[in-house]
T-cell receptor
Framework: DAGVIQSPRHEVTEMGQEVTLRCKPI?????LFWYRQTMMRGLELLIY????????DSGMPEDRFSAKMPNASFSTLKIQPSEPRDSAVYFC??????????????FGPGTRLLVL | GDSVTQMEGPVTLSEEAFLTINCTYT??????LFWYVQYPGEGLQLLLK?????DKGSNKGFEATYRKETTSFHLEKGSVQVSDSAVYFC??????????FGTGTRLTVIP
């Protein structure tokens, strides 16, 4: 199994630029989660999808953040415009809601974002 | 609301010492409980879990017992190694599919 794939692994951009983070969940997993991790705030759930439908986006910090899941094998998290306070590690995770243990989330390696 | 409170770190131990990281929870219903581990530069990995009261989860020498009477799920290991140095997260899941994570406890094991 390939595991959860995220790209890019590192991103350095300037304030005001658009940033797009990508995630490919594990095949057969029907839930997908986006997290943000910082030293100050720890691990925060931004949004999660079940069967490609956003279920809870209450963690999305503001309108500058948007997430999509056009199909079962791909999701994006977009920040437009980016700000220095968005600098963090962004993780994607996937899990099953049926046909297997629930709650076992599999995390990708993360995208380390630095906004200058 | 549902939440997890875990022991603040950092925790520094000598190799072969006994480890306990405390975790207590607040939840409606009957949650499943998890410990995840994050090694430097990596994403979180599931370490162990328990889905009902009195269950014991175990993996790689780590153990945790689901204690409903004390609403706790403390992580223990009898003899830590340098390779156990990581951040450990306690988490719970109730009816929905998402997890509520604690703030994480950083463990450093010195030779």
């Amino acid at each position: 199994d390939a595991g959860v794939i995220q790209s890019p692994r590192h991103e350095v951009t300037e304030m005001g630029q658009e940033v797009t983070l990508r995630c490919k969940p594990i095949s057969g997993h029907n839930s997908l989660f986006w997290y943000r991790q910082t030293m100050m705030r720890g691990l925060e759930l931004l949004i999660y999808f079940n069967n490609n439908v956003p279920i809870d986006d209450s963690g999305m910090p503001e309108d500058r953040f948007s997430a999509k899941m056009p199909n079962a094998s791909f999701s994006t998290l977009k920040i437009q415009p980016s700000e220095p306070r968005d600098s963090a590690v962004y993780f994607c995770a996937s899990s099953r809601t049926s046909g297997g243990p629930r709650g076992d989330q599999y995390f990708g390696p993360g995208t380390r974002l630095l906004v200058l | 609301g549902d939440s997890v409170t875990q022991m603040e770190g950092p925790v520094t131990l000598s190799e072969e010492a006994f480890l306990t990281i405390n975790c207590t929870y607040t939840a409606t219903g009957y949650p499943s409980l998890f410990w995840y581990v994050q090694y430097p530069g990596e994403g979180l990995q599931l370490l162990l879990k328990a889905t009902k009261a009195d269950d014991k989860g175990s993996n790689k020498g780590f153990e945790a017992t689901y204690r409903k009477e004390t609403t706790s799920f403390h992580l223990e290991k009898g003899s830590v190694q340098v390779s156990d140095s990581a951040v450990y997260f306690c988490a719970l899941q109730t009816g929905a599919n998402n997890l509520f994570f604690g703030t994480g406890t950083r463990l450093t094991v010195i030779p």
